[in-house]
């Protein structure tokens, strides 16, 4: 089993940048892809980002291309989201997930493990 817990979430004003940070417990994840998702009130659930276990591969929604970097520290059993040039759109729960289980990284589904969230929120 693992657990993962979010933190960075907070409040910002559009164009400014947040890193979030996803640090796993239980066992190591230095074997697992992992992601972010997000989800805004009334939304459904959306894929983010994700990286391979090696961290030499990474995926992003086009939403957040160019903007959002993903990455990981394996020693340190934690995964990051450096969110640069913030939109109000961007405002939502932001998720950690772990281990594929699935071919379709961008279905909630395809993941096994899930934090609780950390909220961010950006003003115009």
């Known amino acids: 089993q693992v657990q993962l817990v979010e933190s960075g979430g907070g409040l910002v004003q559009a164009g400014n940048s947040l890193i979030l940070s996803c640090v796993a417990s239980g066992r190591t994840i230095s074997t697992y892809r992992m992601a972010w998702f997000r989800q805004a009130p009334g939304k459904e659930r959306e894929f983010v980002a994700a990286i391979r276990w090696s961290g030499g591969d990474t995926f992003y929604a086009d939403s957040v291309k160019g903007r959002f970097a993903i990455s990981r520290d394996n020693a340190k059993n934690t995964v990051y989201l450096q969110m640069n040039t913030l939109k109000p759109e961007d405002t939502a729960v932001y998720y950690c997930?772990?281990?594929?289980?699935?071919?379709?990284?961008?279905?909630?589904?395809?993941?096994?493990?899930w934090g609780q969230g950390t909220q961010v929120t950006v003003s115009s």
């Open positions: 997930a772990a281990r594929l289980i699935a071919s379709n990284i961008t279905l909630p589904r395809s993941w096994s493990y």
